[in-house]
Nanobody
Framework: QVQLVESGGGVVQAGDSLRLSCAAFGRTFSSFALGWFRQAPGKEREFVAAISRTFSITYYADSVKGRFTISRDNARKTVYLQMNSLKPEDTAGYYC???????????????????WGQGTQVTVSS
């Protein structure tokens, strides 16, 4: 079993930065692929970023490319999402997710992940 716990959300103004963290408890963290998703009220959950289990290859949604950076620290069992130049449309609950090694799937699909955190709210005011 794996538990994921997000932190770092808050209320900021447009143009500000935030760094989200997601700490993992349980199974070997380094063997997971990891992703960040977000969900705004009344909208479907959408892919934000992912990082592979080997070589830490990163993937981004077009809407955040160039502004957000995903990274991982296997020693701390933590994945980060650095968010710069935040916009009001980035307002959402942000969720981290982990994909176990036996589960191959497109990182952009929520169904490709096996464990989810409880989410952290990010609100960007204009």
């Amino acid at each position: 079993q794996v538990q994921l716990v997000e932190s770092g959300g808050g209320v900021v103004q447009a143009g500000d930065s935030l760094r989200l963290s997601c700490a993992a408890f349980g199974r070997t963290f380094s063997s997971f692929a990891l992703g960040w998703f977000r969900q705004a009220p009344g909208k479907e959950r959408e892919f934000v970023a992912a990082i592979s289990r080997t070589f830490s290859i990163t993937y981004y949604a077009d809407s955040v490319k160039g502004r957000f950076t995903i990274s991982r620290d296997n020693a701390r069992k933590t994945v980060y999402l650095q968010m710069n130049s935040l916009k009001p449309e980035d307002t959402a609950g942000y969720y981290c997710a982990a994909q176990v090694p036996d589960h191959d799937g497109n990182y952009a699909y929520s169904s490709s992940y096996d464990y989810w955190g409880q989410g952290t709210q990010v609100t960007v005011s204009s």
